[in-house]
């Protein structure tokens, strides 16, 4: 199986998943819970899995976040809400959200019912080792409805990939803040969205300083060919790190379940960047 199909897997099934980081339900569902406002569910949500880890463990399986920023959630959260909780809210806001964008009646779809059973399937292709936000939610009890089922399977996916292309950054000599710097050099990640991860400039001028002389980076600090090729190489060792899970589901269902979700993606997308652009009042 050709790596790429990882990639294009990803970009299908990513908003399905992603929007539990990005819908409005979001914020109340976790300060119900007794979470603070901002970024302390994020940070709680994504981690509970792993169970109530310290800032450490948080920001070596983040990984492109500040160190300081996660420090400021972790590990009080766990002092706040129990994990059980955090995760008993983050799996309701998925399900209030996913019914209020693309309804009841796509939500008990027997199209729904063959996702969910394809990307199961893929999951179970998926192993621990080395692994450890999937492994994480691995261990987690899927739930009953299909389209709950269907996003925890695209979840699994989702940080099994992730834990990979960490992996592979680290493998290319990147620790958080270049991670960040190369992404914007490409042009692929807008400078505003890379600020969420709250480099200080002085460390971001630092990172800089250390792509250059590795010759990642011109003296403009755009990137260059070398830095085009180091970057390539994460992507496509990404790929082909998050292969496995693929080539159990093979090419012919792979590309079932990217038509099978495709449009969901869509819808999904659509609504939440655009609530996301709108301006306030």
């Not at 790429?4 to 908003?15: F, G």
């Not at 009841?104 to 990307?119: F, I, M, N, W, Y």
């Not at 979700?261 to 819808?267: A, G, I, L």
Request: some cysteine; glycine content about 6%.
């Amino acid at each position: 199986m050709d790596p790429v199909v990882a990639r294009k897997m990803h970009r299908t099934l990513e908003p399905y998943h992603g929007l539990v980081y990005l819908v409005p339900e979001a914020a109340d569902a976790y300060t119900h819970v007794g979470l603070r406002a901002g970024r302390m569910g994020y940070f709680a949500s994504r981690a509970a899995p792993m169970g109530p880890v310290p800032a450490e463990v948080v920001i070596a399986t983040f990984f492109n976040f500040q160190p300081d920023l996660v420090r400021a959630s972790i590990p009080d959260a766990w002092s706040l809400a129990s994990v059980d909780a955090i995760l008993e809210a983050r799996l309701a806001l998925v399900d209030t959200a996913l019914r209020r964008i693309l309804g009841d009646d796509v939500l008990r779809s027997p199209e729904v019912v063959e996702a969910e059973r394809l990307a199961r399937l893929a999951a179970e292709g998926c192993t621990p080792e080395g692994r450890p936000l999937y492994a994480g939610h691995a261990a987690l009890d899927y739930p009953d409805a299909p389209h709950l089922a269907l996003w925890h399977s695209l979840t699994l996916l989702r940080e099994y990939r992730g834990d990979g292309h960490i992996a592979a950054l680290v493998a290319a000599e990147n620790d958080g803040c270049d991670a960040i710097v190369m992404h914007v050099a490409t042009g692929e990640l807008r400078k505003p969205f890379a600020a969420s991860r709250a480099w200080s400039e002085s460390e971001w001028t630092a990172s800089e300083e250390k792509l250059r002389a590795r010759g990642w980076l011109g003296a403009d600090n755009a990137i260059t060919d070398a830095g085009r090729e180091a970057r390539q190489w994460v992507e496509d060792r990404t790929d082909q790190l998050a292969l496995r899970c693929w080539e159990r589901l093979g090419d012919e269902r792979a590309q079932r379940l990217r038509t099978l979700v495709r449009p969901w993606s869509k819808t999904i997308a659509d609504v939440v960047f655009s609530a996301l652009r709108a301006p306030d009042g």
